[in-house]
């Protein structure tokens, strides 16, 4: 992003499967946020425990430190009003009402970076975010690479076969893999029928 706008807020969304360095990303932005010594304020959903619960961390072990919520509404009652830009990781964690706090923070000036998984498991879009990319000004869709055959990959295969969205895991659930060889991933093909 070359041009940033001055005395507006906006929302930045950055997504794509797991692995594609999403969280890398948001990290990348908020540091240099720091470094422009704007007063940043990090959140995470509860939900994700993976490696320590207080920070974000991306899965090549890059932290930063964060305030972990299960909610919105504590979203909202621990933002430190001073902020000037927020992060979010793993917004796709989120219910619905995380559209609308987003909204108010840009409305109110603030730089707003979300990170989240565009699609679950099954490839169908997850949660808020189809109205997180429409509402933003930037998307980055970030890509990984397919464990299967080395293409870009934009799909997250889920190797445990539990049937319910929000299964949080790493490497040994999951996988990076591009449109194919997902398709071939899920033999009886249960799952992209119902991708729109
Ligand atoms: P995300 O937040 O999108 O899940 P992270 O930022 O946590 O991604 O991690 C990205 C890092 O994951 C990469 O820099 C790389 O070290 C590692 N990685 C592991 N598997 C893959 C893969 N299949 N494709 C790309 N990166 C991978
Ligand atoms: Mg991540
Ligand atoms: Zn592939």
Request: hydrophobic share 40%; with cysteine; aromatic share 8%.
């Amino acid at each position: 992003m070359i041009l940033q706008p001055s005395d507006v807020g906006w929302i930045e969304v950055i997504c794509g499967p797991m692995f594609s360095g999403k969280t890398e990303e948001l990290i990348r932005r908020l540091k240099r946020a720091n470094y422009a010594r704007q007063q940043v304020q990090i959140f995470k959903p509860q939900i994700d425990d993976r490696y320590q619960s207080e920070a974000i961390v991306s899965h090549s072990q890059v932290a930063l430190p964060s305030v972990v919520v299960s909610t919105v509404e504590q979203m909202r009652a621990a933002l430190n009003s001073q902020v000037e830009v927020i992060g979010i990781d793993e917004v796709q964690f989120f219910d619905a009402s995380v559209v609308d706090f987003c909204e108010e923070l840009a409305d109110g000036e603030r730089r707003v970076i979300v990170a989240g998984l565009d699609q679950d498991y099954l490839g169908k879009p997850f949660g808020p975010m189809p109205r997180l990319l429409a509402s933003a000004e930037y998307i980055t869709k970030l890509l990984a690479i397919c464990i299967k055959c080395g293409n870009p990959a934009n799909r997250s295969y889920r190797l445990a076969s539990d049937p319910q969205q929000v299964l949080v895991g790493t490497a040994e659930q999951y996988e990076a893999r591009c449109r194919r060889c997902f398709r071939e991933g899920y033999p009886s093909a249960h799952s992209f029928q119902a991708v729109e």
